[in-house]
DNA sequence: AATTGTCGCAACCGCGGTTCT
DNA sequence: TAGAACCGCGGTTGCGACAAT
């Protein structure tokens, strides 16, 4: 058999602590440390709460040095730099910010920073933007391991036409190598993912469309307005790992957290693609810009989209 | 002044990995 | 070694405070 139940449910008191049961925790804890036993602990200090529900009371209010209110902007610039590192693991960012706790950042970033560092244009403005904008997107999937990001960058004239060459890039974290599955599977739901909330792009037999059918007037045949979603087959982990699918020639990065990079063309070179030394490419992540952040940022939030009137040309995000 | 809506934060929930019996 | 509890984490919820109408 295995150990006893941790505390009585239906006899724990639950909700906000009052000041008499901080004071009761901080004074046992003082005393007698936590004993490595978060479950027996409340017994021992006279409280009728659950050893979990204390041992979040103490780790979030209690303990010495912790650090309410504001935070900094280098506290800011931390927090964004290392999520669009390595993502929400809000004990690791909390960590390098010694006296604030994970629970604080997450709030603070839920409940500020996303929406301080979004340059989010009203929903009016989306379909009749009329000069260069980037547009953010994301999708997971409970049936599937994937979770990806990407952007497509977009030149609009002022009738709402594609003008120039466009890309559009995804990232996957948990991309495994040399997997066709997987692929197939990202590009499957990538679609799902663009018709779902690119109201402005449709896809169509592998084809993501701007605009509609009827703009496409290129004299041999090629429409500019279409990018083709195909599959990268094959490919190898390593940063700096060129790679050519569909005529196109670009970099895969493999870092810390194995992220990868699946790009896909509208089958013209993609000329600016290159491997970037800093910024977004960069190895330490509090390397990044805080411009660059604002755009890793604006990956996370689903369903949402940035506008960014001052970027053109090809862009990768990741995280 | 009353009502409704929004925001921020503390606390809870559930899950996965670890530890213990 | 199996199974149950413990621990820590990230996501979500509930509620009080404040703002807008």
Redesign the pocket.
């Given at each position: 058999?295995?150990?006893?139940?941790?505390c009585d449910k239906a006899n724990v008191k639950?909700?906000?602590?009052s000041l008499e049961e901080d004071a009761k925790l901080k004074e046992y804890i003082d005393k007698y440390g936590t004993g490595?036993?978060?479950?027996a602990l409340p017994q021992k200090a006279g409280l009728k709460r659950c050893?979990?529900?204390c041992?979040?009371?103490w780790l979030?209010?209690l303990r010495p040095n912790i650090k309410?209110g504001e935070f900094s902007d280098d506290e800011d610039k931390i927090i964004c730099s290392l999520f669009a590192s390595i993502g929400?693991?809000?004990?690791?960012i909390a960590a390098q910010l010694p006296g604030r706790t994970?629970?604080?950042i997450?709030?603070?970033w839920?409940?500020?920073l996303k929406k301080k560092l979004k340059g989010i244009i009203p929903q009016s403005q989306r379909n009749t933007q009329p000069s260069t904008f980037s547009s953010i997107f994301q999708t997971s999937s409970s049936s599937s391991p994937l979770s990806f990001k990407g952007c497509i960058n977009s030149c609009y004239n002022t009738n709402g036409s594609l003008k120039g060459t466009e890309s559009i890039s995804f990232s996957s974290s948990l991309l495994s190598c040399n997997s066709s599955a997987s692929t197939n599977s990202l590009l499957h739901q990538t679609q799902e993912s663009l018709l779902g909330h690119m109201e402005n792009y449709q896809v169509k037999d592998n084809l993501l469309m701007f605009g509609n059918e009827a703009s496409c007037s290129s004299s041999d045949g090629s429409c500019n307005n279409q990018i083709r979603l195909g599959k990268v087959a094959d490919y190898e982990c390593g940063r700096g790992t060129e790679i050519e699918e569909m005529g196109m020639q670009n970099y895969i990065y493999n870092g810390a957290e194995e992220t990868q990079k699946l790009i896909l063309s509208n089958g013209g070179s993609l000329s600016g693609w290159t491997e970037k030394q800093n910024g977004l490419w960069g190895d330490n992540p509090l390397d990044y810009g805080l411009e660059e952040i604002k755009q890793l940022i604006s990956t996370t939030s689903c369903n949402n989209f940035l506008f960014d009137e001052n970027k053109t040309g090809e862009r990768a995000l990741y995280y």
């Open positions: 058999m295995g150990r006893a139940p941790c639950r909700g906000p602590w490595g036993n978060w479950i050893g979990k529900s041992r979040l009371r979030n209010y309410h929400s693991r809000w004990s690791i994970d629970n604080d997450k709030n603070y839920n409940t500020n």
